[in-house]
Structure formats: structure tokens, C-alpha cells
């Protein structure tokens, strides 16, 4: 939803009253851009319950292993610090390979501005920057190398640049960069933002990615799906973490995103405060700068106010969706301790990612996976050590990226330098996720930032060299 389309989006929302879509299935054509005859079955979103939240359990198999050793650092010459990371992929959704070169890229911030003075304030600072492999992982000559900041500085929308997603068109030959354009902390307003016109030239000594040539707003929260900044219940409130995809069964292309849905509640201690959703957009034109705002896929009201960085893996003609929460983000009520809004004692559930299997986009039967949705977690001698978990598709199962968070939970009580210096800020050992229907299981502990090629992706070049 662009900012030149005010009268297309009074015509949807009018759209939506009348057929109900926000309270009853409607069905919703598709075809805008390529011409399908198709149609998506839109249903009330899928739900987190505090059911399933009851029934989450750390166990062996959802739990990340220890790291007892510092992972490799991928930014620290250019004295950055990494944490969310997805990876170049192509429309399909497959992880591209250019000229033998892998391509990722993360938030990143210069860990040396006078005004970053714990872990924290970086957030006010992000940037996309990119790095390049031939190995697809952090270790070694090889490894992940720091290309630099994608845009200039006076060049994205926001006063910072949060997490999103990128497509690489083949035919085209260039970069779509989706990406959070977000304003300052604490308010943080977000709106979903999409740089095009970025190239990639490859060479024996690496990569560079040119500047992309232009800059647009693709959606904004609209107050009646997705809730506004404005009536936001004092966490952060949420429209952020374009995920771009084909879809598999129309070959539309889709994004959807982290939101919160409106629940017209004043009083700042009840659970509708917390109101995470999933929320969808689906592009109205081949240039992907005009998008129409779907109702959401998803709901967490009541559960947790955030459902970060969603994404979808498809597989035996299941989608399955992920996302990660925090601890603080869970319901007061749902604590194990100090009263129905105080949060005191346990948490109802670890620092996480978090899954659920559905038959398309919209699925109101989504079924958690693993009876809880718990998919993978921190062990609990390091709750926070590493989070911002990516789940990317290998063959039958799953590599699961993230970031190195803090180690030791004894860090969490230092402050100015000392926390700085306990923050990771680098990518963490990857993980090898078995799937199964909708069982789960963490098998392997693979190298830092590991992030494997997909297997049989058209690649620009002749592949790794």
C-alpha cells in the first residue's frame, strides 16, 4: 500500500467490511500480476492459545546445544556488531549462489559510535549490511567476509534500517531488498519498505552490491487489521519483518510480516495488550512497489505481543510457519508467579523460535508443532545465548541460523563496556532440524553461520567454485 494510494486503500478497507473478511472466510482472487485464475480462501486467522503455550516443555530435542566456545567473529575488523541475518534467495526461495558466491545479510551496527552505550542502544543504529562466502560459512579464508553497508546512508527511508528479506530476479539481474524502515526508539514507528535497482558484481578478490536505485513504502499499519503506534499498549509496537515469497500453488508473489492486532483495550494491564499477529500483503503489480494489505494468518492475542521475523518453509505440500518470541513478551497472566499481572517468577515459555504446520496461507486449523509450538530453545544454563533463529529449508529437513546473543546469563547483571564486551554480536553454530509431520527434532550442531546451498538452485555462473 503505497503512500499514492490513499483512495485504493479506503476501497479495501470498504472491501473488507463488506465482505467480512475480518470476521468470516471470504475468498479473494488472485491474478493481478500474472494473470492466474486462482484464488486464496481467506479464513479467521490461526491462533496461539494459552493452551499450547501450557503444554511447552524443554526437552533434548527443541534445545540448542551449550556453546562453550566463542564463535567465529565475521565483522569485528570492521568493528560491526551482526545480529538478525537472512540470505540472498532466489524468487523461488531457494538460497542463490552468484558466480560461486553466497550472499547474506544482517543488522549490523558500528559497535564504536559514541552513542551506543550498551548492546541496546544499537538498535537506533541498525543498518543492512552484507557479507559473501564460497563456503556458505563463518570459518576459514573462505568464510563469511564484510562487504559493507547495502545503502548509503541518506538513502533509506527511516531513521534506521530493521530486519526484512531479499530476492534475487535472475532474469533481471538484481537485488530486491524488503526491509523495516523504522523511526527512533522508544516509539519506533515501522512501516514495511522495499530498495530495488541493487546488482551484484563478483570478481576473484569477492563481491560488491551496488547502490539500489530507488526506495518505496509498501505498507503501513492501517488501524483496523494491523494496530497503530497510536494505540499501541506500550511494548513496541509491531509492523515490521517483510518475508518475501512465491506463492507455490498461484506463483503470486506474497510477504508477510510481524504486526499486532487492534483491541480497542484502555487498560494497560490486560492480557489483549498482548497482541501479536502475522500479518499479509500480496503485490499488485511486477514491479512489487504496490501491495494490497491482507487481514492476518495468524494471532498470538492474549499470549504474546510479539511474533518476530515470520517465515515460511514449504514441504510436502505443507507450509510450515516460523517465528521467535521473547520471554518478555509473554502475557503477564501466564507467568508462574506474582499474581495475574505481574511478571514474576517463570516465564510460560524460553527465548524461542517457534513453528506451526498449515495446509496455505491461510489455515485456521494451524496445528502447532510439537503439540506446543516450541521448535527450538536456548538450554537452560544460557537462556539468552543466542535468538533471532531462521529456519531455512535443506532437502527433507531444516538448517536453523541465529545469532550469538549473550553466552552467560551472568553477563546479563554488567553494564556500560563490561556488557558491550559480553554481547556476541557474531552469527552462532547452525543447527540441523529433522521434520517430520508435525514433530521436530534438533539433530546436529553444524559450524558458525553455516548456511548450505540448496540443492539444484539456477544459479548465475557456474555454480561454487
Do not use: C
Not at 534438533?442 to 561454487?464: H, I, K, Y
Amino acid at each position: 500500500m503505497t503512500e499514492d494510494n490513499s483512495k485504493r486503500t479506503f476501497g479495501r478497507r470498504k472491501f473488507l467490511q463488506t465482505t467480512g473478511a475480518l470476521g468470516v472466510a471470504a475468498t479473494v482472487g488472485i491474478g493481478a500480476a500474472s494473470g492466474s485464475a486462482a484464488a486464496v480462501e481467506v479464513q479467521e486467522p490461526a491462533q496461539w492459545t494459552e493452551e499450547m503455550v501450557n503444554e511447552i516443555e524443554v526437552m533434548d530435542e527443541n534445545t540448542a546445544p551449550y556453546l562453550d566456545e566463542d564463535p567465529t567473529q565475521i565483522a569485528e575488523k570492521a568493528g560491526y556488531w551482526v545480529w538478525d541475518t537472512w540470505p540472498l534467495r532466489n524468487r523461488d526461495g531457494s538460497i542463490a549462489v552468484i558466480d560461486g558466491y553466497q550472499i547474506i545479510f544482517s543488522l549490523v551496527a558500528d559497535k564504536t559510535r559514541p552513542e551506543i552505550n550498551v548492546p541496546g542502544d544499537r538498535h537506533n543504529y541498525a543498518r543492512v549490511g552484507y557479507f559473501y562466502s564460497r563456503t556458505g560459512k563463518s570459518e576459514g579464508p573462505k568464510g563469511w567476509q564484510f562487504g559493507g553497508e547495502v545503502f548509503d546512508e541518506d538513502a533509506f527511508l527511516g531513521n534506521q534500517t530493521w530486519a526484512g528479506s531479499a530476492m534475487y530476479d535472475q532474469d533481471e539481474e538484481q537485488i530486491y531488498h524488503f526491509y523495516t524502515a523504522a523511526e527512533a526508539l522508544p516509539e519506533a514507528r515501522q512501516r514495511l519498505a522495499l530498495a530495488k535497482g541493487a546488482t551484484i558484481e563478483t570478481g576473484p578478490q569477492g563481491v560488491h552490491i551496488t547502490e539500489s536505485d530507488s526506495h518505496h513504502i509498501l505498507a503501513e499499519a492501517d488501524g483496523e487489521m494491523y494496530e497503530k503506534l497510536e494505540n499501541s499498549s506500550g511494548i513496541i509496537t509491531a509492523f515490521r519483518d517483510p518475508w518475501y515469497f512465491t506463492h507455490p500453488e498461484t506463483g503470486e508473489d506474497w510477504m508477510i510480516f510481524e504486526g499486532n492486532t487492534p483491541t480497542a483495550n484502555d487498560d494497560p494491564t490486560s492480557p489483549l495488550n498482548y497482541n501479536g499477529n502475522i500479518g499479509a500483503a500480496k503485490a499488485m503489480n511486477d514491479e512489487l512497489t504496490e501491495w494490497k494489505l491482507m487481514p492476518p494468518i495468524f494471532e498470538a492475542v492474549g499470549v504474546s505481543q510479539q511474533t518476530e521475523r515470520p517465515h515460511f518453509i514449504f514441504h510436502e505440500d505443507k507450509w510450515y510457519l516460523f517465528f521467535i518470541t521473547h520471554e518478555f513478551t509473554y502475557a503477564p497472566q501466564l507467568w508462574s508467579e506474582g499474581g495475574r499481572f505481574r511478571k514474576e517468577g517463570k516465564p510460560p515459555g524460553p527465548e524461542a523460535l517457534h513453528g506451526f504446520a498449515a495446509d496455505g496461507l491461510y489455515d485456521s486449523d494451524m496445528e502447532p508443532l510439537n503439540g506446543s509450538s516450541l521448535v527450538v530453545a536456548n538450554p537452560e544454563e544460557a537462556p539468552f545465548q543466542t535468538y533471532s533463529w531462521l529456519a531455512m529449508p535443506h532437502g527433507d529437513d531444516s538448517i536453523v541460523e541465529s545469532f550469538v546473543n549473550f553466552q552467560d546469563v551472568d553477563t546479563l547483571g554488567l553494564y556500560g563496556e563490561e556488557l558491550k564486551e559480553a554481547f556476541g554480536g557474531t552469527l552462532a553454530p547452525s543447527l540441523k532440524l529433522q521434520i517430520d509431520g508435525t514433530e521436530t527434532s534438533v539433530t546436529t550442531e553444524l559450524q558458525d553461520g553455516q548456511f548450505p546451498a540448496s540443492v539444484g538452485a539456477r544459479s548465475r555462473g557456474n555454480g561454487p567454485k
